[in-house]
């Protein structure tokens, strides 16, 4: 099955600006959702965004909506989290996840993590 890898992830200041990859290594299915969820030191993982497979369908948290935006390339097999107006509680490390649709993908195939920092 696939792997994926999470790239992007760093040290930002508040009110400063990221763009999260997610890029398949190996062969994909014909179709599926993806998604970012993401994990601070001391929590559990939670929901940050989602996105169907041809785009029509984005969900977003209610703590990032309205500063983030969710896409994909499928010609290039990659999902891209743009992150607008950091805040400190975005602190997090960051994954994308496949299923084969949006409600699934807490069970799906994840990747590895990208750590973002929002200092203050």
């Known amino acids: 099955q696939v792997q994926w890898v999470e790239s992007g992830g760093g040290l930002v200041q508040v009110g400063g600006s990221l763009r999260l990859s997610c890029a398949a290594s190996?062969?994909?299915?014909?179709?599926?959702?993806m998604g970012w969820f993401r994990q601070a030191p001391g929590k559990t993982r939670e929901f940050v965004a989602a996105?169907?497979?041809?785009?029509?369908?984005?969900l977003y948290a209610d703590s990032v909506k309205g500063r983030s935006t969710i896409s994909r390339d499928n010609a290039k097999n990659t999902v891209y989290l743009q992150m607008n107006s950091l805040k400190p509680e975005d602190t997090a490390v960051y994954y994308c996840?496949?299923?084969?649709?949006?409600?699934?993908?807490?069970?799906?195939?994840w990747g590895q993590g990208t750590q973002v920092t929002v200092s203050s």
């Open positions: 996840a496949q299923g084969n649709s949006i409600p699934s993908l807490s069970a799906g195939t």
């Open positions: 190996g062969r994909t299915s014909s179709s599926y959702a």
């Open positions: 996105i169907s497979w041809g785009g029509g369908i984005t």
